[in-house]
């Protein structure tokens, strides 16, 4: 007779689950128990690092992935990357160990106490199964619900002794829609007022790259004549950066934002919040006279924005629809955004000369993973994303998601069979937060470069005391770390890189390598402006 263990591995064979991210346990051991041959167990060090790489390879393989946690500690170890899943948007479907059920009520140790609240509210779905037989069910509702908009991580906590109970009859495979068109009077009535428009402009978010929405987002663009800005703190560039329309990523502050929008009667929101604000700078969200439009397929987005009239659709989908209800226009195109001066020959470099060299030297079809909040303005103003599925970080803000991201984007290249080059930027601070991703990296033999601007600070929180006026916070230097030593005992190739002119050298030998490679660069410790 089938086990619960049987028909479950069966359905995720059938949902294309077969790569699972974790460490293991005791609690998952019985699920785990002769590993099929045909599944691929990805072992990370560290809870946190399965989630960050379980993200990375679900956005770039554009598919749900599995993550297998530790009952209630290691969800608690995952729990940061959870949130940054939630934020992201990213289809996780996250199963935990439980104790046994028969001992549940005397709470042994490792139960997870009322566990389908530990992940909440950062799941859209929380589940542990009344029965064992219906896990496999459960799993369905949970794929389901990971990739429905706007899709999300979801969560099932399992207790160790149902894998090995006879199992019921297998769930159905079923197939749920991922996209949603909008309504189309509501449709008209946005393209009215954008037609209507004498100055409009394109906010575009990660949204826009999630639905393969670039050729639509240019299209409309050009239609409109207008200028395309990135949301604030964009996770994923919805616009190619070199087209002469794109005029840089908005501030993430009110009043900032705003005057960037002056002069504009009508702003057109797709695919990001309205908007992702971080320092509190107050003014008008915006300017006198100006009307938002918001397009997003989350109603909850919708509903928290401070202001505008919201449509619910697909972003790509949308942009297409807009474009083709819309009549051309005579306003001429706008002025292509300034480029940046050449940055100062110093020693160290600031982080806009390393930046600059990185963007000398950048791969044809390369893929930025990058997690460096206090250089985050020098590397957009240097590096411009000019190809979809291009740019990756965290939505959330929190720290320790990008190392092992750049993992499962780098793993995900080599299974997809695309094998498009992977390099990685991550904050010495940020660096050491998910560090053992680095051994995953090594044991998969992936060709993944990991640039380290080495500042040995927060600086972030440098510039953030400084906006604020809380001067003697302790705990923001880092002196004393050895990036180099720590890269190569987790067993990667190292190099410190002394000089902007030695990095393409080093960053071509490390793309070229049969394994990562992590390059540490000094560079100024002058505290960059936090606006």
Same mark, same amino acid.
């Given at each position: 007779? #089938?086990?619960?263990?049987?028909?479950?591995?069966?359905?995720?064979?059938?949902?294309?689950l077969t790569t699972v991210f974790g460490n293991p346990g005791s609690t998952e051991e019985p699920f785990l128990t002769d590993f099929p041959d045909d599944f691929h167990y990805v072992l990370a060090l560290h809870e946190a690092s399965a989630v960050g790489m379980a993200d990375g390879y679900a956005q770039a393989t554009g598919r749900p992935a599995h993550v297998n946690l530790h009952t209630a500690p290691g969800t608690g170890n995952g729990m940061g990357n959870l949130v940054t899943a939630w934020h992201n948007r990213t289809p996780l479907i996250v199963t935990a160990g439980q104790q046994n059920r028969e001992m549940l009520l005397a709470e042994p140790r490792l139960t997870s106490r009322r566990a389908t609240e530990l992940p909440q509210p950062y799941v859209k779905w929380s589940h542990e199964p009344v029965r064992a037989q219906d896990i496999p069910a459960a799993l369905m509702r949970a794929y389901a619900t990971a990739v429905q908009p706007p899709s999300g991580p979801v969560y099932l906590s399992l207790p160790l002794d149902d894998w090995s109970q006879p199992a019921g009859p297998p769930p159905p495979v079923r197939t749920v829609a991922t996209r949603y068109a909008p309504d189309p009077q509501r449709l008209r009535e946005f393209a009215?007022?954008?037609?209507?428009?004498?100055?409009?402009? *394109?906010?575009?978010?990660?949204?826009?790259?999630?639905?393969?929405? &670039?050729? #639509?987002?240019?299209?409309?663009?050009?239609?409109?004549?207008?200028?395309? &800005?990135?949301?604030?703190?964009?996770?994923?560039?919805?616009? +190619?950066?070199? %087209?002469?329309?794109?005029?840089?990523?908005?501030?993430?502050?009110?009043?900032?934002? #705003?005057? $960037?929008?002056?002069?504009?009667?009508?702003?057109?929101?797709?695919?990001?919040?309205?908007?992702?604000?971080?320092? %509190?700078?107050?003014?008008? %969200?915006?300017?006198?006279?100006?009307?938002?439009?918001?397009?997003?397929?989350?109603?909850?987005?919708?509903?928290?924005?401070?202001?505008?009239?919201?449509?619910?659709?697909?972003?790509?989908?949308?942009?297409?629809?807009?474009?083709?209800?819309?009549?051309?226009?005579?306003?001429?195109?706008?002025?292509?955004?300034?480029?940046?001066?050449?940055?100062?020959?110093?020693?160290?470099?600031? #982080?806009?000369?390393?930046?600059? @060299?990185?963007?000398? %030297?950048? +791969?044809?079809?390369?893929?930025?993973?990058?997690?460096?909040?206090?250089? *985050?303005?020098?590397?957009?103003?240097r590096l411009r994303i000019t190809r979809p599925a291009s740019y990756f970080t965290m939505a959330s803000g929190g720290l320790g998601y990008g190392l092992p991201a750049a993992v499962g984007v780098a793993l995900a290249e080599r299974d997809t069979g695309r094998h498009r080059p992977v390099v990685a930027v991550i904050g010495d601070g940020s660096f050491h937060y998910s560090v053992q991703a680095l051994w995953t990296a090594a044991r998969l033999r992936l060709p993944l470069?990991?640039?380290?601007?080495?500042?040995?600070?927060?600086?972030?929180? $440098? @510039?953030?005391?400084?906006? $604020?006026?809380?001067?003697?916070?302790?705990?923001?230097?880092?002196?004393?770390?050895?990036?180099?030593?720590? @890269?190569?005992?987790?067993?990667?190739?190292?190099?410190?890189?002394?000089?902007?002119?030695?990095?393409?050298?080093?960053?071509? @030998?490390?793309?070229?390598?049969?394994?990562?490679?992590?390059?540490?660069?000094?560079?100024?410790?002058?505290?960059?402006?936090?606006?």
């Amino acid at each position: 007779m #089938a086990t619960v263990r049987d028909t479950t591995y069966g359905l995720l064979r059938a949902l294309g689950l077969t790569t699972v991210f974790g460490n293991p346990g005791s609690t998952e051991e019985p699920f785990l128990t002769d590993f099929p041959d045909d599944f691929h167990y990805v072992l990370a060090l560290h809870e946190a690092s399965a989630v960050g790489m379980a993200d990375g390879y679900a956005q770039a393989t554009g598919r749900p992935a599995h993550v297998n946690l530790h009952t209630a500690p290691g969800t608690g170890n995952g729990m940061g990357n959870l949130v940054t899943a939630w934020h992201n948007r990213t289809p996780l479907i996250v199963t935990a160990g439980q104790q046994n059920r028969e001992m549940l009520l005397a709470e042994p140790r490792l139960t997870s106490r009322r566990a389908t609240e530990l992940p909440q509210p950062y799941v859209k779905w929380s589940h542990e199964p009344v029965r064992a037989q219906d896990i496999p069910a459960a799993l369905m509702r949970a794929y389901a619900t990971a990739v429905q908009p706007p899709s999300g991580p979801v969560y099932l906590s399992l207790p160790l002794d149902d894998w090995s109970q006879p199992a019921g009859p297998p769930p159905p495979v079923r197939t749920v829609a991922t996209r949603y068109a909008p309504d189309p009077q509501r449709l008209r009535e946005f393209a009215a007022v954008l037609a209507d428009s004498r100055a409009p402009g *394109l906010v575009l978010g990660a949204a826009v790259d999630r639905a393969g929405g &670039w050729p #639509a987002a240019v299209a409309l663009a050009e239609r409109l004549a207008a200028p395309v &800005w990135s949301a604030p703190a964009p996770e994923r560039a919805g616009f +190619p950066e070199d %087209h002469p329309h794109y005029q840089g990523v908005l501030p993430f502050a009110i009043g900032p934002l #705003a005057e $960037k929008l002056r002069g504009r009667d009508t702003v057109l929101v797709v695919g990001a919040p309205v908007f992702r604000y971080y320092p %509190h700078v107050p003014g008008d %969200h915006l300017p006198e006279g100006t009307r938002l439009l918001h397009v997003t397929d989350d109603p909850d987005e919708a509903a928290r924005a401070p202001v505008g009239d919201s449509l619910l659709g697909d972003a790509g989908l949308t942009l297409a629809a807009l474009r083709d209800l819309l009549p051309a226009t005579d306003r001429p195109a706008p002025p292509p955004r300034a480029e940046p001066a050449p940055p100062p020959d110093e020693q160290p470099p600031s #982080a806009d000369a390393l930046f600059a @060299a990185l963007a000398r %030297h950048w +791969p044809a079809d390369g893929v930025l993973v990058q997690e460096s909040p206090s250089n *985050l303005p020098a590397l957009r103003r240097r590096l411009r994303i000019t190809r979809p599925a291009s740019y990756f970080t965290m939505a959330s803000g929190g720290l320790g998601y990008g190392l092992p991201a750049a993992v499962g984007v780098a793993l995900a290249e080599r299974d997809t069979g695309r094998h498009r080059p992977v390099v990685a930027v991550i904050g010495d601070g940020s660096f050491h937060y998910s560090v053992q991703a680095l051994w995953t990296a090594a044991r998969l033999r992936l060709p993944l470069v990991v640039v380290v601007p080495v500042n040995q600070q927060y600086a972030i929180l $440098k @510039a953030f005391a400084e906006f $604020k006026h809380t001067p003697g916070v302790p705990g923001l230097d880092l002196p004393g770390v050895d990036v180099t030593a720590l @890269a190569r005992g987790y067993g990667c190739a190292a190099r410190v890189v002394g000089t902007p002119d030695e990095l393409g050298e080093a960053l071509a @030998a490390g793309l070229r390598s049969d394994g990562p490679t992590v390059l540490p660069v000094p560079i100024s410790t002058d505290v960059p402006a936090i606006i």
